[in-house]
């Protein structure tokens, strides 16, 4: 049974830095991963998909790195500014399936 | 931008009740999904539809739950009647194939009195 694992729980640094998130899933058998944010009491907004197939995806401030053998990805931010603040999730899919299991979210405070 | 609606956004009701939450996916796409997320919990899926069946459901998507996409815009999630635990805020999502990206609603928060 897949499950995805996100540390830290929660995350506070200086603006300007640059910070990485961690995603882990148990089952390397993925169809894809996304990242997504999710602002408090809002919906999901989707920040970068990354294929079983691809190792990285960009996205201006943002990179995201899949290591499917280890069962791992990162979110890299970049200069990060307090507009970042929210929480962020990653979620696997499993070849065969059409859900996406979701990770319990790292909470990121960006102070100014 | 195009993008996923959901309505209402809010939603209070007894419970033994019969809500509809009710989405407009993104017009070129043709998979839609109902995820949840119960207060301070994961999001977990419900269930995906495509080709107006079924695809996948979880098994918190017992027989109290039915979708349906009656016409070519809306996709509806009822729940016949409502429990205390469905308590939740409720998504939508919709990607143009399988395994592409999944863009997601906004949400509904139902709250069963």
């Known amino acids: 049974k897949q499950e995805v694992t996100q540390i830290p729980a929660a995350l506070s640094v200086p603006e300007g830095e640059n910070l990485v998130l961690n995603c882990s899933f148990t089952?390397?058998?993925?169809?894809?991963l996304q990242w997504f944010r999710q602002d408090p009491g809002k919906g999901l907004t989707s920040l970068l998909l990354i294929q079983s197939s691809q190792r990285e995806q960009t996205s201006g401030r943002l990179n995201a790195s899949l290591d499917k053998s280890s069962g791992r990805s990162t979110l890299y931010i970049a200069a990060s500014q307090p507009g970042d603040s929210a929480t962020y999730l990653c979620a696997v899919t499993t070849s065969g399936t059409y859900k996406y299991i979701f990770g319990t979210g790292t909470r990121l405070k960006v102070l100014a | 931008e195009p993008e996923v609606t959901q309505t209402p956004s809010h939603q209070v009701t007894q419970m033994g009740q019969e809500v509809i939450l009710r989405c407009v996916p993104i017009?070129?796409?043709?998979?839609f999904y109902w995820y949840r997320q119960i207060l301070g919990q994961k999001v977990e899926f419900l269930v995906s539809f495509y080709n107006n069946e079924i695809s996948e459901k979880s098994e918190i998507f017992d027989d109290q739950f039915s979708v349906e996409r009656p016409d070519g815009s809306n996709f509806t999630l009822k729940i016949r009647s409502t429990k205390l635990e469905d308590s939740a805020m409720y998504f939508c999502a919709s990607s143009v194939r399988l395994a592409e990206t999944q863009y997601f609603g906004p949400g509904t928060r139902l709250l069963v009195l």
């Open positions: 017009s070129n796409h043709l998979y």
């Open positions: 089952d390397s058998a993925i169809y894809n």
